[in-house]
């Protein structure tokens, strides 16, 4: 099984352990894994922003690089949901391309659902020592269908637990450049997941979105939490700390 | 009403720092949110029904002219008479008309969206006419001198001590604390009104073209006296809100009340067909139905059709997290929350809405509870994309959007740029690895740390390890 890993432009810009990660989780679940080496961005910046023709062009960009791959599997619940909710919509007057763009989206996995439903990962290579609760992602929820996946394979890790927290299904308040623009109501909305975070009395935050997580995390810190950790589920169950 | 929808974020500030008005929202959480789910999960075919209600909104919104020329004949063969008003001002001009006409001194209203769209107490109070909201949160707004903040609870802003504080002002009676008591209270005031109104203004969830009904749900019952006391009845209502059957709006109506206020049913539901004949011993003598436009068809056959499907049920502002935050009035016009960042743009136009579909982290939990199925994060994306076409973004957004749009698409100059920006945010974060201040992120920086990045990019990361083998 060839799998084309979209790292996606936050992981490689921020956070490259989590795209380590993921590499480690794909090998070990037995996965042939290529990196193009062209990918940047899945263009979702510009499609929330308005920008259809350069989300159109990125969108093509991937395509050219990852169609020749069995699958595309990114670390990221809201790169796979811009991939598979809506390319077709960027090409929907573009017959031809909407075809390959189809076949694309089929095949276009977050990662904890392409370990769980295709990839069929038994052993986790990762252990964890502590209670963890985890966060839905907007997208990896309401456009990828992410919400048993990482659940059953965190499950499979000895040492650690999860308590979930209330509202772990409510919107971080990140939205992108929503996060800058209304930087106030986004803040509040960071808060309110803190709340709920703090009072899960989790060690860690898990959660799928790099995005979410950067959103949080800082806002944790400068509430003054220096202790609560904030880790990518990818990392956690490939056992690599976020600070190699 | 008067569209102040350009300053939604200086208001936002505002009403992030209102602690009573913060109090009050919380409300939504418990009575609506998990109400409507509790609701929902009665339902064992509840997909089934919110698709057969999408159904039954697309196909009257395909055919709107038939349906409304049938509701027309229907509704002028039992003795109403149908007005169209392309406008809100000719809405409030054929009120005024038939006010005078009627020799009307007072007319009793109940709650009505379209009527707060049009203005029409304030059309009506200028011509002399005395008006009173009869609803009681709309009455409680009335006497404050507020538009309302929410479709289904206007007043879910205020606070009962709010409430008791203004009855005491305005009615000059003995301070009651209880909301029972403050109920009887509004009740008593507003008896009399009921009884000597001249003209009863309603506005209607549905129209039914079968059978040229209007049909209205409510709690307080103050509905029906509007609608069969006073001697003149003026409905007024969206063109949109047609339904072909009464089959049609029963179907409606099993998610209507379960989305708008958890309940399985509303205490009223009324259906209003023609005038008083001679074996009634209720009902007016004169029956008006105005039929406003006020922008709706523009929508159809646009990519914004979809919103006209709406019900006006509010689930969609009382799931919204910015709405939860912001309350309604921070959105400036008549409706708030993702379905009014849609309407509001669409009817008062996007150069005066401009914050209104960026006011969203396009999270889709309106989407999903929307009992019409109405994609609303779609939709604000649409409308997004007008204003960049239109070149209606602020400058900064449309240089940092073209940057990296272009960069992104040139791999071999994003790999330095990237590699640049990785190095220097990471130098930025020091021993913490926090950056506290970001120079053009200040939005971000002011209420939250930006946890620096690891120093390297993944893509020169791997290519090392390649090397390496
Ligand atoms: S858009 Fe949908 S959820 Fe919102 S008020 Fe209309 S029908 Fe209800």
Redesign the interface.
């Known amino acids: 099984m060839r799998v084309g890993l979209f790292?996606t432009?936050l992981?490689?810009?921020?956070?490259?352990?989590i795209?380590?990660a993921a590499l480690k989780l794909l090998e070990a679940a037995g996965c042939e894994v290529v990196?193009p080496?062209?990918?940047?961005?899945c263009?979702q910046?510009?499609?929330?922003?308005?920008?259809?023709?350069?989300a159109q062009?990125?969108a093509r960009?991937v395509l050219n690089e990852f169609e020749a791959c069995d699958y595309l599997v990114a670390p990221s619940g809201s790169c796979a949901g811009m991939i598979r909710a809506h390319y077709p919509?960027l090409f929907s007057d573009q017959p031809e391309e909407l075809e390959r763009i189809k076949r694309l989206c089929g095949r276009t996995y977050e990662l904890t659902d392409f370990l769980v439903n295709v990839a069929r990962l038994e052993q986790v290579p990762g252990r964890f020592d502590g209670t963890v609760t985890y966060h839905d992602s907007?997208?990896g929820l309401?456009?990828a269908g992410v919400k048993s996946q990482p659940r059953q394979l965190l499950a499979k890790m000895q040492g650690l637990k999860l308590k979930e927290m209330e509202e772990a299904?409510?919107?971080c308040?990140?939205?992108?450049?929503?996060?800058?623009?209304?930087?106030?109501?986004?803040?509040?909305?960071?808060?309110?997941k803190c709340n709920n975070v703090a009072a899960s009395g989790a060690d860690a935050l898990v959660l799928g979105d790099l995005g979410c997580?950067?959103?949080i995390?800082?806002?944790l810190?400068?509430r003054g939490d220096m202790k609560t950790q904030?880790l990518h589920v990818a990392e956690v169950l490939a056992g690599t700390d976020g600070?190699d | 009403m008067q569209v102040t929808s350009m300053n939604f974020?200086a208001r936002?500030?505002e009403k992030?720092a209102d602690v009573k008005l913060q109090a009050a929202l919380r409300k939504l959480q418990g009575n609506f949110v998990k109400g409507r789910a509790d609701r929902v999960a009665e339902l064992d075919n509840f997909e089934a029904i919110r698709t057969a209600a999408a159904e039954i909104r697309d196909r009257a919104l395909a055919n709107l002219d038939v349906y409304l020329e049938e509701f027309e004949t229907n509704a002028t063969a039992r003795g109403a008479v149908v007005h169209w008003a392309e406008t809100a001002e000719e809405a409030n001009r054929i009120v005024c008309e038939l006010a005078v006409r009627y020799g009307v001194r007072k007319a009793a209203k109940s709650k009505s969206m379209v009527s707060e769209e049009c203005a029409l107490n304030d059309a009506l109070e200028a011509a002399g006419i005395e008006v009173i909201e009869t609803d009681l949160g709309e009455y409680i707004l009335q006497l404050a001198h507020e538009p309302p903040s929410h479709i289904v609870a206007p007043v879910v802003h205020k606070s009962k001590e709010d409430v008791s504080d203004l009855f005491e002002e305005k009615h000059k009676l003995t301070r009651k604390t209880r909301i029972p008591d403050l109920c009887r209270e509004a009740r008593e005031i507003l008896r009399p009104h009921f009884l000597s109104a001249d003209m009863g203004i309603s506005g209607a969830n549905f129209i039914v073209a079968e059978t040229g009904s209007t049909l209205i749900v409510t709690n307080e019952g103050n509905g029906r006296m509007v609608t069969t006391l006073p001697r003149v009845h003026v409905a007024i209502t969206g063109i949109e809100k047609v339904v072909p059957t009464l089959e049609d709006a029963t179907t409606l109506l099993r998610l209507l009340p379960r989305h708008g206020t958890g309940q399985t049913i509303t205490n009223y539901i009324s259906v209003n067909t023609g005038v008083k004949d001679a074996a009634d011993l209720d009902g007016p003598e004169h029956f008006h139905i105005i039929l406003v436009d006020a922008g709706r068809t523009k929508l159809i056959g646009g990519d914004m059709q979809a919103m006209l499907r709406c019900i006006r049920c509010g689930a969609c502002m009382n799931h919204c997290?910015?709405y939860q935050?912001?309350g309604g009035h921070a959105y400036g016009w008549v409706y708030p929350g993702p379905m009014g960042s849609i309407l509001t743009p669409s009817y008062v136009g996007i150069e005066n809405a401009l914050d209104l579909p960026?006011?969203?982290?396009?999270?889709?939990?309106c989407?999903?509870v929307c009992p019409v199925k109405i994609p609303l994060p779609?939709l604000m994306?649409k409308?997004?994309?007008?204003?960049?076409?239109r070149g209606l973004?602020p400058w900064p957004?449309k240089l940092g959007?073209?940057l990296?749009?272009?960069?992104?698409?040139h791999?071999a100059l994003?790999a330095v740029l990237?590699r640049i920006?990785?190095r220097m945010l990471a130098y930025m974060g020091g021993a913490e690895?926090?950056i506290h201040h970001l120079p053009l992120?200040?939005?971000?920086t002011?209420?939250?740390?930006?946890?620096a990045?690891?120093g390297?990019?993944?893509?020169e990361?791997?290519?090392q390890k390649i090397r390496k083998g």
């Open positions: 790292v432009c992981v490689d810009l921020f956070r490259p352990s795209g380590f990196v080496q062209t990918q940047t961005c263009g910046p510009g499609y929330n922003s308005g920008d259809r023709a350069s062009a990125l960009k919509d907007c997208s309401r456009e299904e409510v919107c308040g990140f939205g992108g450049t929503f996060a800058v623009k209304f930087g106030e109501i986004s803040t509040r909305l960071a808060d309110n997580m950067l959103n995390e800082g806002r810190r400068r904030v600070n | 974020k936002a500030g992030l997290p910015v935050s912001v960026n006011a969203s982290t396009l999270c889709n939990q989407g999903v779609d994306r409308l997004r994309e007008r204003q960049f076409e973004k957004e959007l073209a990296w749009g272009w960069t992104a698409r791999p994003y990237s920006g990785a690895k926090r992120g200040g939005g971000w002011a209420g939250r740390d930006m946890p990045p690891q390297k990019t993944f893509r990361l791997y290519s």
